[in-house]
């Protein structure tokens, strides 16, 4: 069946430094991919996305892969910051506009 | 960017009442949302997809008698637990997408989610 799953479900890093935070998915259909931030006690807040045929997207601060041969993606965070404290979730886009999320990665930066 | 809100943010009931979430998108018109579940420290679950004037469509293991939803306007989901018990207790998190978003990525915008604690 459809799984996107995570490999380190803890991540720890040092103010300053880059962040990779990788995610594995199953399902090679699908079309799209996304990225979340989820701080404690809120939703998650959109950070990034990429489609199936595309394999890398810059924003401000943060660059996902995708590598459709392996079927991974992650997402590196430069000059990580606090405030990027929180857990990550990749998200896969298939049918009918539906999510499917990883199972998430805590990010802990110490200052 | 797009904004949704839910109301209420938390709400603590009574075994056997029922409870009802609204989802709201504030700046754009939403055909679709989405209701999510999730535990403490586990990920998101979508329970089912909410379409603007139709029926929802629950996915599999979600009993949509228990778990009530409408979606009555291009702005507003409704979610209710019916006939509540403790192990409804969770976080519920709602989605929108903004229909005439045709950007990369088919974005789906997060509420802030509601706690719900049946006792």
């Known amino acids: 069946g459809e799984s996107v799953g995570l490999h380190l479900p803890t991540l720890s890093v040092q103010e300053g430094d880059n962040s990779i935070i990788n995610c594995a998915y199953s399902n090679s259909a699908s079309d799209y991919f996304i990225w979340y931030k989820q701080e404690s006690g809120k939703g998650p807040q959109f950070i990034i996305d990429i489609r199936s045929n595309m394999d890398k997207r810059q924003g401000q601060r943060v660059t996902v892969l995708l590598n459709k041969t392996v079927k991974h993606l992650s997402l590196q965070i430069a000059a990580t910051q606090p405030g990027d404290s929180a857990v990550y979730f990749c998200a896969e886009g298939g049918s009918f506009q539906k999510l499917v999320f990883g199972t998430g990665t805590r990010l802990l930066v110490s200052p | 960017g797009a904004v949704v809100s839910q109301h209420p943010s938390r709400v603590i009931c009574k075994s056997g009442t029922s409870v009802k979430i609204e989802c709201r998108s504030l700046?754009?018109?939403?055909?679709?949302m989405f209701w999510y579940r999730q535990f403490p420290k586990k990920s998101l679950m979508l329970m089912a997809t909410s379409n603007e004037g139709s029926k929802a469509t629950y996915e599999q293991g979600v009993e949509k008698d228990k778990f009530l939803i409408n979606h009555a306007s291009l702005t507003l989901s409704t979610l209710t637990v019916t006939s509540a018990h403790p192990e409804d207790s969770s976080f519920y998190i709602c989605?929108?997408?903004?229909?005439?978003?045709?950007?990369?990525?088919?974005?789906?915008?997060f509420g802030p989610g509601t706690r719900l604690l049946v006792l």
């Open positions: 700046d754009f018109q939403a055909t679709t």
């Open positions: 989605s929108a997408r903004d229909f005439r978003d045709t950007s990369l990525g088919e974005t789906q915008y």
